[in-house]
């Protein structure tokens, strides 16, 4: 059974940084045939969800315009963990972050999430 286990959530001030951790004990085999692609999304207080940034099995990665130029997605696939730095947060950034790793021929996995709050 996978998990998926995200951290690094916060409370900071605005123009603060924090970096989430996304971590996944998936078999090497099955990420492979899987192709899985690594997304971040998030839900303000109130609101509904939104995609904030993502990584595919090539490497390529795309964020929302909300983000670009303060938000980073990286990739450690030794440690089957996904990265997001954000920079510059802003009190806007406020939400609950949540992982997950999707595909078009797999089940996806999805974490809990972990709570980013940026004060003013």
């Known amino acids: 059974q996978v998990q998926v286990v995200e951290s690094g959530g916060g409370s900071v001030q605005a123009g603060g940084s924090l970096r989430l951790s996304c971590a996944a004990s998936?078999?090497?085999?099955?990420?492979?045939?899987?192709?899985?692609?690594w997304n971040w999304y998030r839900q303000p207080p109130e609101k509904g969800r939104e995609f904030v940034s993502g990584?595919?099995?090539?490497?390529?990665?795309k964020y929302a315009d909300s983000v670009k130029g303060r938000f980073t997605i990286s990739q450690d696939n030794d440690k089957n963990t996904t990265y997001l730095q954000m920079n510059s947060l802003k009190p806007d950034d406020t939400a609950l972050y949540s992982c997950?790793?999707?595909?078009?021929?797999?089940?996806?996995?999805w974490g809990h999430g972990t709570q980013v709050t940026v004060s003013s």
């Open positions: 997950g790793i999707q595909s078009t021929r797999c089940v996806d996995y």
């Open positions: 998936i078999p090497t085999n099955r990420r492979a045939y899987c192709e899985y692609e």
């Open positions: 990584i595919e099995s090539g490497g390529s990665t």
